[in-house]
């Protein structure tokens, strides 16, 4: 659930960080603006409230350093059960870290560097994205269908061979605007475009790690991929693994 709690018109927040100062922080600057954060401080608490029957978060910060597992594993546990938009906060912005977390499906990342307005103007980009209905321009038919897979631009639902994927924000833009594009390239600035929202610039790897992602849950070899395959220099194209 991305939209604000419709008793409340709060948005709820789990902040998982080891840094309490912080935390204190962030929900201090963040509850004027319509936020209500709640803190845990270590990685098993942070997979079980993330993940807990009942809970409704509409985002989670999550650190990359933490203790009893790491923000990377609370992450992969995340995601087996919620879609649920994820803000990853890195220590060093360190490439590889903000790769990793984007490949086991982060929806974007902050060193903790971070000014408290970029943090909001993430977190707002974010929630926009997963809430986001389909441009009625660009998504004639709520329904795309490419052979086993179907794609519901309206819903923001997608199936497998009647299997739902789960999916993160980004990764659903991405497919939807592969499919609404389907047999045709896309080029990684169409891509771009699609998660507009987010703060890319032209060499940014992030559009191949989730590319990569949506390979592996479509079940793609990634040394030949059947859904989603690449043209040099050129792009992405979405096709049916039937295709010749």
Known sequence: MSAPDPASGRTRLLMIDDDRKLCRLVADYLHPLGFDV???HDGPLGVERATAAGE???AIILDVMLPGLDGFEV???IRLKSAVPVLMLTARGDETDRIVGLEVGADDYLPKTFSTRELLARLRAVLRRAARPPDAADAPAAEITVGPLRVNVDARTALLRDVPLVLTPVEFDLLAGLARARGRVKTREALLDEIRDRHYDVYDRSI?????ALRKKLGDDAKNPRFIRTL????YMLVSPDAD
């Open 232 to 235: 040099r220099s050129a792009g």
């Open 56 to 58: 409704t978060w509409h």
């Open 75 to 77: 992450l992969k546990r």
């Open 208 to 212: 191949d790690v989730h590319i990569s």
């Open 38 to 40: 709640t803190a845990v």
